[in-house]
């Protein structure tokens, strides 16, 4: 874990983002797992889920090298009640229903009633494919990043793409996998949650799994909580 990323303007801190990797352990990796599952069962009790869910990761990853199958059901037991824990504190934030037609749209959603235009009733939240990304090696320059666009209808279709400071969406290694979108309030502000999973943009056999939370501020999206987990 790279430290902590500020949401400044609700004072409220958040973990960035975590590489998780196996651990290895001189005792074996039952005995290594046991000790993580007893962390996590104590983040768990403090309510502390995405940090329990980050600890288990990389050991559901190869959940199979766990060869005490009790242990193994409880490692899986665990890290689902904590990805349920974080799903009921996020259960606002959610694609709701785009109806608009739009023009080579990776994913859209609702756009929540802070980002609709003036004079307008509803609008659109959409990824989609940004410019070439600066780092491409040959052969990935077709690897874009998206980007997010604010889609609504005036007498024809208005589109402008939302300003962002980091996060995923600026990530030139990972963020051609980014296919997701939904919007919705936290804390009471309005956030916009983009993922995605798979490979580097310009191959390898890593896979991250891209997650983040970008809160609105009236002229872009800003201080990511960045929930993505790289696996090696």
């Known amino acids: 874990m790279r430290g902590l990323l500020l949401l400044c303007a609700a004072g409220i801190a958040y ?5 998780a990797e196996p651990r290895d352990s001189d005792a074996g990796p039952v005995a290594s797992a046991r000790r993580e599952l007893q962390e996590a069962e104590a983040l768990a009790q403090r309510g502390d889920h995405l940090a329990c869910a980050r600890l288990l990761a990389p050991i559901m990853w190869q959940l199979t090298a766990v ?8 490692i899986e037991h665990t890290f689902q009640r904590c990805n349920t824990g974080l799903d009921r504190r996020f259960r606002r934030i959610k694609p709701g229903e785009c109806r608009l037609k ?9 756009a929540p009633a802070a980002l609709l235009p003036r004079g307008t009733k509803s609008a659109c939240l959409a990824l989609v494919p940004g410019p070439p990304r600066k780092t491409a090696l040959p052969g990935h320059e077709g690897d874009v990043c998206p980007r997010v666009a604010l ?7 208005r589109r402008r793409e939302l300003l962002f400071d980091s996060g995923p969406l600026g990530d030139e290694l ?3 996998h980014l296919d997701s979108i939904a919007a919705g309030t936290l ?3 309005t956030v916009v949650r983009i993922s995605g999973t798979g490979h580097p943009c310009d191959g390898g056999t890593a896979v991250e799994a891209s997650d ?5 501020n009236g002229s872009a999206l800003v201080s990511p909580m960045d929930m993505s987990i790289e696996f090696h």
């Open 212 to 216: 983040a939370l970008y809160q609105w």
């Open 67 to 74: 060869s005490d199958a009790d242990l193994a059901a409880e």
């Open 174 to 176: 990972w963020c051609c």
């Open 151 to 157: 889609v609504w209808s005036a007498g024809k279709l």
């Open 102 to 110: 739009i023009d080579g749209a990776i994913a859209k959603a609702a």
């Open 15 to 19: 973990p960035a983002r975590a590489h």
């Open 187 to 189: 804390d009471g502000h």
